[in-house]
């Protein structure tokens, strides 16, 4: 359940920033995913004194994935140049 909620907010809010910016969704879709990696990371590493392992690490690459996705859709979606032939 925490999974696909983090996925769907990482969708969204990679979206929203790249709708923001038009431009170059898949950066700042990354850095919003990589944000988000380096905030549960130092919760964890901080408040309980572990650093991430193979799967999370597994877990947060795809995060990140998904937010680029987010950011690159948000792009696309918010441009309203129209193109003719």
Same mark, same amino acid.
């Given at each position: *359940?925490? !999974?696909? #909620?983090?996925?769907?907010?990482?969708?969204?809010? %990679? =979206? #929203?920033? $790249?709708?923001?910016?038009?431009?170059?969704?898949?950066?700042?879709? $990354?850095? !919003?995913? #990589? =944000?988000?990696?380096? &905030?549960?990371?130092?919760?964890?590493?901080?408040?309980?004194? @572990?650093?991430?392992?193979?799967?999370?690490?597994?877990? @947060?690459?795809?995060? !990140?994935?998904?937010?680029? *996705? %987010? %950011?690159? #859709? $948000? &792009?696309?979606?918010?441009?309203?140049?129209?193109? !003719?032939?």
């Amino acid at each position: *359940m925490t !999974t696909a #909620l983090s996925f769907i907010g990482l969708f969204g809010g %990679g =979206f #929203l920033s $790249g709708g923001k910016r038009k431009q170059k969704g898949w950066l700042i879709g $990354g850095i !919003t995913g #990589l =944000f988000y990696s380096l &905030v549960i990371f130092l919760f964890q590493y901080l408040g309980f004194d @572990h650093l991430f392992n193979v799967e999370q690490l597994i877990y @947060h690459t795809c995060y !990140t994935l998904i937010a680029m *996705m %987010g %950011g690159i #859709l $948000g &792009v696309n979606m918010s441009s309203n140049n129209s193109r !003719t032939a």
